[in-house]
Nanobody, 123 residues
């Protein structure tokens, strides 16, 4: 089992920044690729970003490229999502997830999920 707890969400004006954190406990964190997903009201959950177990490779959905940065600190068992130049359309509940099989943008391939943190961007 891997337990994931997100933090860092909140209310921010358009153009602002937030840094989300996801703290992991349980099994060896560095064995897992990590991802961030988000779900806006009335919409399906969607992929945002992923990082390999080592942190050496990252992948982003097109709508956040150049604005969001995913990173991880295996010594701290934590994955981060730095979000800059936020837009109202970024408003969603953000979830982190762990994938033992590896690097993926596919929700169904993730094994463990956090409960999410709300991000609200006002215009």
């Amino acid at each position: 089992q891997v337990q994931l707890v997100e933090s860092g969400g909140g209310l921010v004006q358009a153009g602002g920044s937030l840094r989300l954190s996801c703290a992991a406990s349980g099994r060896t964190f560095s064995n897992y690729a990590m991802g961030w997903f988000r779900q806006a009201p009335g919409k399906a959950r969607e992929f945002v970003a992923a990082v390999t177990w080592s942190g050496g490779s990252t992948y982003y959905t097109d709508s956040v490229k150049g604005r969001f940065t995913i990173s991880r600190d295996n010594a701290r068992n934590t994955v981060y999502l730095q979000m800059n130049s936020l837009k109202p359309e970024d408003t969603a509940v953000y979830y982190c997830a762990a994938n033992y099989a590896g690097f993926s943008a596919t929700e169904a391939e993730y094994d463990y999920w956090g409960r999410g943190t709300q991000v609200t961007v006002s215009s």
